[in-house]
């Protein structure tokens, strides 16, 4: 596609339960990156693919979050036994090449996750 | 620990004049430094950059200034003009790892 998708563009979930964010990047970008922004807040980065592996994970917050990049395009960020603290707009962004060109990204529009 | 901050979280100017954004940092490891822009209910956008071995980067109406020795960089906008109107992220990287850090944010409202 033109842009980087990410669905659902909304999600409410209860407390305790699972939820699972898609993101499509530019066909063709390596490279696929996950950041949360908490209200008030700048994007915080969660995990960094390049092609199907994790190259950087170390900003997951803990062990209920996880990301799958199974064929190197789509990735899916999960988030088990879901808190009210999650909630925040996810966003996904992508890149075509490492290096400084790599920091351009292009973010999707985010998925805004409630937990009530 | 906040690495990137950006103290000003909002700031309104006239249509035409000069925008000045500013933006600090702590971490000296940063190496390069960004300007991304957002617009209600979308992601950020890739405005400018600049390399810590420059002091200065031009890019049409947008100018980006990096003072090393004070952790600041500014990003100018001359003429302001009404879809400038945003809210304006800093970010940085270090070493060459993928990973941005941004800013808190900061809210540009160009009055007509």
């Known amino acids: 596609g033109a842009g980087v998708s990410q669905t659902p563009s909304n999600k409410v979930t209860e407390k305790g339960k699972y939820v699972e964010l898609r993101c499509d990047p530019i066909s063709g970008h390596t490279a696929l990156y996950w950041y949360r922004q908490s209200l008030g807040q700048g994007p915080e980065f969660l995990i960094y693919f390049q092609g199907t592996g994790a190259a950087d994970d170390s900003g997951l917050p803990n062990d209920r979050f996880f990301a799958v990049r199974p064929e190197g395009s789509v990735s899916t960020l999960k988030i088990q036994r879901t808190e009210r603290g999650d909630s925040a707009v996810y966003l996904c962004a992508s890149s075509a090449i490492g290096g400084q060109a790599g920091y351009r990204y292009t973010f999707g529009s985010g998925t805004r996750l409630t937990v009530v | 620990d906040q690495q990137v901050k950006q103290n000003s979280p909002s700031l309104s100017v006239q249509e035409g004049r000069i925008s000045i954004l500013n933006c600090d940092y702590t971490?000296?490891?940063?190496?390069?430094f960004l300007w991304y822009k957002k617009y209600p209910a979308e992601g950020p956008t890739f405005l400018i950059s600049i390399s810590s071995i420059k002091d200065k980067n031009e890019d049409g109406r947008f100018t980006v200034f990096l003072n090393k020795s004070a952790k600041h960089l500014s990003l100018h906008i001359v003429p302001s003009q009404p879809g400038d109107s945003a809210v304006y992220f800093c970010a940085a990287s270090e070493g060459g790892n993928e990973k941005l850090t941004f800013g808190t944010g900061t809210r540009l409202t160009i009055i007509p």
């Open positions: 971490n000296s490891m940063f190496d390069y």
